[in-house]
């Protein structure tokens, strides 16, 4: 499990981007957390970055735009989902739970920065 | 209708097909593209396909199962060579005659190119056949790259040749990059990103003739003022025009693009609607990969409809990025429009910036602020093109 932050300072409608390999991006959606894998599968964009609505999260840069339940893509540009990551809340941090295998920790940084 | 052709197999000509397909049409649809290639990712070519950062295959705009659910006839590598409306037919290279009903135009755009004999090592970037050639001359260790324009293409080329390591220069006619795009004082940011990063950026002059060596390789640029810049590769962003010259003769309306309607639809032809940089849409063609995306919709609608029963209403966008800056451009700027800063600052290569004419905001420009370059934007779409932010 991987550290994100303390709640409240994921308030809803914000986002965080965690400076994994790969990236991973945790929303609060009106007060539901998210965590997705932060670049859009269609280009170079942090999702973090991107629009919040509901519980849609549009690309900054084409407007594709990504369901943060499934992770599919809900219209074009893109074609491919991202993944998806559970997130948990324990005493008041937001954890992700992503597989270790496949994402290291960058640096020291073991918390990411606010988008 | 029971076939239609797109003519042009890109971006708009692939949305058109997908949009016909969902939006119910189950006749027989013919694809005929000039390029061999299926359908694919153009701005890439001139960043993260030039830098070797991404392939070919990840360029793709829809995979094979994609390709199959379409259900089209797939004539790559084939030029439509004309149009006889009246017959209801497209004329192919090699004299062939495909009877149609209904035809989207999506041919694109041609890049310009520069008077004189074609020398090697000169080059321009709109395909990907144009992009992997170029890519090729800049995997052969350091070179002379002069680009030539400094635009949006031949911003984005320099940049990539710097980061690759080559000696760059940019010569721009103008007396900075980007002026009518984006002002005064957004084009002195645009020409400091090139000064920045080590590439020498020639403006206010022009290029007289292109010489080449004795083995007809580019040798050296003459500039009008008569500077000579020896160059080993040289890239002209000089703009494109709309490929049109295949249609002439054929009774579908022309200048500088097709001339449609602003639903896309040539309004004397029934049948024949336009999409992208090839579609002069009320009086304006635009060349942003976000109308290619976004026309299609329209277009076909009004295809299927037989008639013009909607109009295009997207906010013009575009981005760039260039030297590790992505800027953002929305809405419908002119000349006179005052920039202002909404936040950040050019000297940290992270602002949001307005413009705006009689108090109320017609463009919004960001670099490097994609999340409030959003909300303005949609701000802006929302109220038609004009808001108060």
Known sequence: MIPVCRLEDLPAGDSIRLDLEPPIAVFNADGELYAVDDTCTHQDASL???????????????????????????????????????????????????PAEETTQAAEAGQGTAA | MRTVTVIGASLAGLYAAMELRSQGY???????????????????????????????????????????????????????????????????????????????????????????????????????????????????????????????????????????GHNVTVVEAAPQPLLPQLGDEMARFCADLHTDHGVSLQTGCGVKALHGDVHGRVDWVEL????????????????????????RGSGVPLDDGV????????????????VGDVARCA?????????????????????????????HTALPYFWSDQYGVRLQLAGHREQADTLR??????????????YERDGATTAVLAANRPRPFTRLRRELARSGGLATV
């Open chain 2, 341 to 354: 800063m909404v936040e950040g600052s050019p000297e940290d290569r992270s602002f949001l910036a307005v």
């Open chain 2, 259 to 274: 001339v449609c309607d602003g639903g896309g639809v040539v309004a004397s032809l029934p049948g024949i609607v336009a």
């Open chain 1, 48 to 98: 973090s970055e991107g629009w919040l609505e509901g519980c849609l999260v549009e690309c900054p840069l084409h407007a594709a735009s990504f369901d943060l339940r499934t992770g599919k893509p809900t219209c074009l540009p893109a074609r491919r989902a991202v993944r998806t990551h559970p997130v948990s809340v324990l005493d008041g941090t937001v954890w992700v739970h992503a």
């Open chain 2, 26 to 164: 189950d006749g027989r649809l013919v694809m005929v593209g000039e390029e061999t290639h299926r359908p694919y990712d153009r701005p890439p070519l001139s960043k993260e396909f030039l830098r070797g950062a991404v392939t070919a295959e990840r360029l793709s705009l829809a995979e094979a199962d994609e390709i199959g659910e379409l259900d089209a006839d797939w004539l790559l590598g084939t030029r439509a060579e004309g149009l006889d409306p009246p017959a209801g037919s497209v004329l192919l290279e090699g004299g062939r005659r495909l009877p149609t009903d209904g035809v989207v135009l999506a041919t694109g755009a041609v890049p310009r190119t520069l008077p004189g004999e074609p020398l090697h090592g000169v080059h321009t970037l709109r395909t990907l056949d144009d992009a992997a050639a170029l890519r090729e001359e800049l995997s052969r260790g350091q070179v002379r790259v002069v680009v030539i324009g400094a635009g949006f293409i031949g911003a984005e080329v320099a940049s990539s040749c710097a980061t690759l």
């Open chain 2, 224 to 247: 009008t003022d008569g500077r000579h810049l020896p160059a080993d590769v040289v890239v002209t962003g000089i703009g494109v025009s709309p490929a049109t010259g295949w249609l």
């Open chain 2, 283 to 311: 009086g304006h063609r635009s060349e942003h990969w976000s109308s290619a995306m976004e026309q299609p919709a329209v277009a076909v609608r009004n295809l299927l409809a037989g008639s013009t029963v909607e109009t």
